[in-house]
């Protein structure tokens, strides 16, 4: 089991960036390899899946409304996962988490191929 901690969020105009950092303790990524993901529920909404990104940081997949605006990176050696953020828009505000898997072959979207989930981190876009 791995502990995860999302933090970067916050208040951000129309147009302006963002970068959300998730910080995983117990077992290392490197150790125990994990692929990692990011998903987001607006208020009302069901949560959605935004972008994965592979144990090794080589393979990533994203949501089609997010290719070109969102950018999904890890640090191992820091065992951190990165969500950078640009071009947003109010549609975009959502509490944003961070979750894990033990990494196996093929990066999903669904919530269920996730064993493990952050609190959440707040981000709202302003118009």
């Known amino acids: 089991q791995v502990q995860l901690v999302e933090s970067g969020g916050g208040l951000v105009q129309a147009g302006g960036s963002l970068r959300l950092s998730c910080a995983a303790s117990?077992?290392?990524?490197?150790?125990?390899?994990?692929?990692m993901a990011w998903f987001r529920r607006a208020p009302g909404k069901e949560r959605d899946f935004v972008a994965a990104?592979?144990?090794?940081?080589?393979?990533?997949y994203y949501a089609d409304s997010m290719k070109g605006r969102f950018t999904i990176s890890r640090d191992n050696a820091k065992n951190t996962v990165y969500l950078q953020m640009n071009s947003l828009k109010p549609e975009d505000t959502a509490v944003y988490y961070c979750?894990?898997?033990?990494?196996?072959?093929?990066?999903?979207?669904?919530?269920?191929?996730?064993?493990?989930w952050g609190q959440g981190t707040q981000v709202t876009v302003s118009s």
């Open positions: 117990g077992r290392t990524l490197t150790f125990n390899p994990y692929d």
């Open positions: 979750a894990a898997r033990i990494q196996r072959a093929g990066l999903g979207g669904a919530p269920q191929e996730y064993s493990d």
């Open positions: 990104i592979n144990w090794s940081g080589h393979n990533t």
